[in-house]
């Protein structure tokens, strides 16, 4: 039955050949090519400089943005800046909610802590230094420290110490210390 099948198809081409002829039948490979290029390599052409376009546009509204920013001229106003960036004192409950947030985010549960302010000297910064014994898996503390950097720019991973109490426990128990910058407003 496929044999007659196909003879049957072989015989359809030839008669659809003979009617169009050999300028229909380069004609209808050229068409089928065109498709295939269209599909192949316009399309995802397309696509690129569409995702071009976009990041062109948003390079464009940042380069705006940059030039309507007054600039920085002396370094008296360049520390100024520098200084706007630390959170206000007041700031530390909201500092500390995002460590406790980054420790539930990351499966640890913070028990207890150190926490204690060091004055600043002379760089109007008040260091606010939090030492916290945590007790889990390796990843899991690398992932609260993760947090913890990308979620609070201001601060400081000043040591850590990892201690197993077995050699086959999956659960460590670390000595994080860190410091929280904070702008003294005084």
């Not at 546009?57 to 960036?85: C, D, V």
């Not at 109007?124 to 916290?132: D, G």
């Not at 990308?150 to 426990?169: C, E, I, M, Y």
Request: aromatic share 10%; net charge positive.
């Amino acid at each position: 039955m496929d044999h007659r099948l196909i003879a049957h198809l072989r015989w359809r081409a030839q008669a659809a050949m003979r009617t169009l002829g050999w300028p229909g039948v380069v004609g209808l490979g050229l068409l089928a090519f065109c498709l295939a290029f269209y599909w192949s390599a316009l399309l995802p052409a397309k696509a690129r400089l569409a995702e071009m376009q976009e990041q062109a546009g948003s390079l464009g509204a940042r380069l705006a943005h940059m030039k309507t920013q007054p600039q920085l001229a002396t370094p008296e106003t360049q520390l100024a800046a520098f200084y706007r960036i630390f959170p206000d004192f007041a700031a530390t409950p909201d500092l500390l909610e995002k460590l406790y947030g980054a420790a539930e985010a990351s499966g640890i549960v913070l028990e207890q802590g150190e926490y204690r302010v060091v004055p600043g000297k002379e760089d109007k910064l008040e260091r606010y230094q939090v030492t916290l014994p945590v007790r889990g898996t390796y990843p899991a503390v690398r992932k609260f420290l993760g947090h913890v950097l990308a979620d609070l720019p201001t601060a400081s991973l000043d040591s850590v110490s990892f201690q197993r109490q077995k050699v086959g426990d999956m659960t460590i128990e670390s000595q994080i210390k860190l410091t929280l910058y904070l702008g003294n407003n005084t």
